[in-house]
């Protein structure tokens, strides 16, 4: 499929040009912010040739596209005006709150970064190896250009995020630009560099080097833009297009130098030795508990609360020791996705986990991760088990980065310091993680599509088909009256890939939760959001009615249950408000996950289209007594 065929697609699919709020991309992922997610058809994109995953994360609906990222987001640009920062928009949806909202602003504003500073980081890593090396003195005029090269995006940072920043919050990127360029302007940086005292109409001035900075350009431009809004709204139209940049000059560089500098500075460098420390206690542990759970924050998003991080202290300490553990969690997925190639007798899945290896070793785990490893389940927890030993060899080693880019391959100059201290063990440590997880991947195996797909069943009569299917060990009737929605298509990575549990989810017609079976409530949550029932045959069934509801604090919920109350099948457990829930922005399709599913060997939906409550939904085998 061409790229302008696909970006039509995607575009189309997320419920066309007028839904889409705005659009950065990543190395693999298109980051959409939609006005109303549910215009957007998952299950279509999901399936559409080109399109590897889709993930709704931090505020974000992100589809998954993998290297060829950049020629689709520039497609979408030339057959929309989606890109076009003058384009006319609706009213934009109700932004994230709590986390979600703070990985949304971040991953916004440092995504388009990504690609560029990768290139730069790349550049300066082999700077480095040359320096070191003796290849190339610094003191040559080749080096000094390549080096400008190489470091003029690190040393120009806050300028690039205060256009990012002004794009995400609607601000003026011009008048962001400028005030970004007086943190660093030359006479500023005498005045610090000379140690000179200053003040600012008498107030005390506390100077910084702003050069590199991450959050002190971030704070200023985002009250910049409230400001402007504020200004625009204020001053008569004749006069706000020039008055409203004067205004925010005026105030905002003073502001940013007295306050948001300095308290930008401080914080940074906080969270910043805090890591520091917890690496300097016990490089061991921190560094396996960095490979291990890495991909995990991929996957929800959440790794991008530390990539200002990593920034930061490579900005203010020229090194940093958290970053390199990462790594090891990157080539522990791609073992295991090769450990899935090595295995394989499904010619489909072997090509796709071959080639999604040889991206992810590039830096570019997504398709492992979401086509291979973490589907088959057991892979990636071999990845997660490689990654965790790795990074406690590269913790223990002391491997630092001296320059940012995503890991991989490419990047590996980056963590080539002077006289490659902890280089050596950074490369023993990729390379066990990638050994470990490919071979944990083959020991442990995984349900190989072959066997689905070669299987047949002996021939039995009619009469023991009945009794077969009348085999289960549990039944499940329908807690909710709705419409039957495959686990799979849940806006929730942890539901959708299983890792909570076998199951299906339905889309309520009605807002009332009835007792799926006669047990024992084991889980009343106090956001009433969810609840747990155990059956008296051993069935842990865990009800969760919609996705983020937990940040709703129980509003338009009401609970009819407490923990320890015996049930019977029917009895009403929980009532919310379908269109409240809606209103606030978030989705109610509700999975219904048997927990323990491991105890069976088989979890079989029984329900399709439209299901009331108390009809049967699942059934539950497992395995013993049917030889």
Request: net charge neutral; proline share 5%.
């Amino acid at each position: 499929m061409s790229q302008e065929k696909l970006a039509k697609e995607i575009v189309e699919l997320v419920g066309g040009e007028k839904n889409v709020e705005s659009l950065v991309h990543c190395a693999t992922r298109l980051r959409f912010v939609l006005k109303d997610d549910a215009k957007a058809d998952k299950a279509k994109l999901e399936k559409t040739e080109g399109i590897i995953a889709v993930k709704e994360n931090g505020g974000q609906f992100q589809v998954v596209v993998g290297n060829k990222v950049p020629e689709v987001y520039s497609a979408i640009g030339q057959i929309s005006n989606i890109l076009d920062d003058s384009s006319d928009k609706e009213k934009p949806r109700k932004a994230a709150k709590g986390l979600g909202g703070i990985i949304d602003i971040i991953s916004s504003i440092f995504a388009p970064l990504l690609g560029v500073m990768a290139g730069a980081g790349i550049l300066k890593g082999l700077l480095l190896i040359a320096s070191n090396l003796g290849w190339l003195e610094t003191t040559e005029t080749t080096y000094t250009i390549l080096y400008a090269a190489a470091d003029s995006l690190f040393y120009f940072l806050p300028l690039l995020l205060a256009v990012t920043t002004a794009r995400k919050f609607q601000g003026n990127m011009f008048v962001a630009m400028t005030i970004a360029g007086a943190l660093i302007y030359p006479s500023i940086v005498t005045l610090k560099s000379e140690g000179t005292p200053t003040d600012f109409f008498g107030i005390p001035v506390i100077l910084m080097n702003y050069s590199s900075t991450v959050i002190p350009i971030i704070l200023a431009v985002i009250v910049m833009s409230k400001l402007e809004k504020f200004f625009n709204k204020t001053l008569h139209d004749s006069v706000k297009n020039f008055v409203t940049p004067l205004f925010l000059l005026v105030i905002m560089v003073p502001l940013t130098l007295l306050v948001f500098g300095p308290f930008g500075v401080y914080v940074g460098n906080a969270i910043a030795a805090g890591l520091v420390a917890a690496f300097g206690f016990s490089p061991l542990l921190a560094g396996a508990v960095m490979g291990a759970s890495w991909q995990l924050l991929v996957i929800f998003g959440i790794h991008w609360g530390l990539i200002p991080v990593f920034i930061n202290n490579v900005a203010v300490y020229g090194q940093d020791g958290v970053k390199p553990a990462a790594t090891a969690s990157i080539f522990a997925q791609t073992g295991a996705a090769f450990g899935v190639m090595l295995k394989t007798k499904n010619k489909k899945l072997k090509t796709l986990a071959g080639s999604s290896t040889l991206t992810a070793l590039f830096g570019i785990t997504e398709p492992a991760i979401y086509g291979v490893t973490l589907p088959l389940k057991r892979p990636f927890i071999a990845g997660v088990i490689g990654g965790a030993v790795g990074g406690a060899i590269i913790g223990q080693a002391g491997t630092l980065a001296f320059a940012s880019g995503a890991p991989g391959l490419l990047t590996l100059p980056i963590f080539y310091g002077p006289g490659g201290q902890g280089f050596p063990g950074l490369i023993l440590g990729i390379v066990v993680s990638f050994v470990v997880s490919a071979v944990l991947t083959y020991i442990m195996g995984f349900k190989d599509p072959v066997e689905e797909e070669t299987k047949t069943e002996p021939a039995v009569s009619t009469e023991q088909s009945v009794r077969a299917a009348d085999a289960s060990d549990e039944v499940v009737f329908s807690p909710i009256e709705g419409t039957i929605v495959e686990l799979s298509e849940v806006p929730d990575p942890a539901f959708a890939s299983g890792a909570m549990g076998k199951g299906i989810a339905i889309e309520p017609a009605v807002g009332r939760v009835v007792a799926p079976f006669d047990g024992t409530v084991t889980v009343a949550f106090k956001k009433k959001h969810a609840l747990a029932v155990v059956s008296d045959t051993g069935a842990e069934i865990l009800v969760h009615v919609g996705v983020d509801t937990v940040k709703l604090d129980g509003q338009h919920f009401t609970s009819h249950i407490k923990e320890g109350d015996r049930v019977q099948a029917g009895d009403l457990l929980l009532e919310f408000d379908i269109a409240q829930i809606k209103a606030a922005g978030y989705h109610t399709v509700t999975p219904i996950i048997v927990t323990n599913s491991a105890n069976y060997e088989e979890v079989i939906p029984q329900a399709k289209g439209n299901v009331h409550s108390q009809e049967l939904l699942l059934k539950l085998y497992s395995g013993k007594g049917q030889e």
